[in-house]
């Protein structure tokens, strides 16, 4: 005997699988970041709203801006009143030629450097 998918039962499949979907990428963004933070969604809607925020706001530092690794929150230089995260130390002394450079760089992609203390 042939089974029959009716168009309920496929929408509903597809509905959960969604739900799963959006529910798994929100518990994905619990926990400590880089920098300490916590998220704490409430579902899909509020990834929503949180990617339209972070947009508005920009992003915070995630990656290293000489190789493009993630960063290491303990390497990191303070310079004109902005820290810079970087993977490892050859990268901190590369950005140290030219600093500028890669600020511009990364503030035209909308990343936010954190203050200096």
């Given at each position: 005997?042939?089974?029959?998918?009716?168009?309920?039962?496929?929408?509903?499949?597809?509905?959960?699988?969604?739900?799963?979907?959006?529910?798994?990428?929100?518990?994905a963004?619990m926990?400590?970041?880089?920098?300490?933070?916590?998220?704490?969604?409430?579902?899909?809607?509020?990834?929503?709203?949180?990617?339209?925020?972070?947009?508005?706001?920009?992003?915070?530092?995630?990656?290293?801006?000489?190789?493009?690794?993630?960063?290491?929150?303990?390497?990191?230089?303070?310079?004109?009143?902005?820290?810079?995260?970087?993977?490892?130390?050859?990268?901190k002394?590369?950005?140290?030629?030219?600093?500028?450079?890669?600020?511009?760089?990364?503030?035209?992609?909308?990343?936010?450097?954190?203050?200096?203390?």
């Open positions: 005997m042939k089974r029959r998918y009716t168009r309920g039962s496929v929408g509903a499949l597809a509905f959960l699988l969604l739900t799963v979907a959006l529910t798994g990428g929100a518990y963004w926990g400590n970041g880089a920098f300490g933070e916590t998220r704490s969604p409430i579902g899909g809607v509020s990834l929503l709203a949180d990617a339209a925020h972070r947009a508005h706001q920009g992003e915070r530092q995630a990656l290293c801006p000489i190789t493009g690794e993630k960063i290491d929150p303990s390497t990191f230089v303070d310079y004109q009143g902005k820290r810079v995260y970087f993977c490892c130390a050859s990268c002394k590369a950005f140290l030629k030219d600093p500028q450079k890669y600020i511009d760089a990364m503030e035209s992609k909308g990343i936010v450097l954190e203050k200096a203390p």
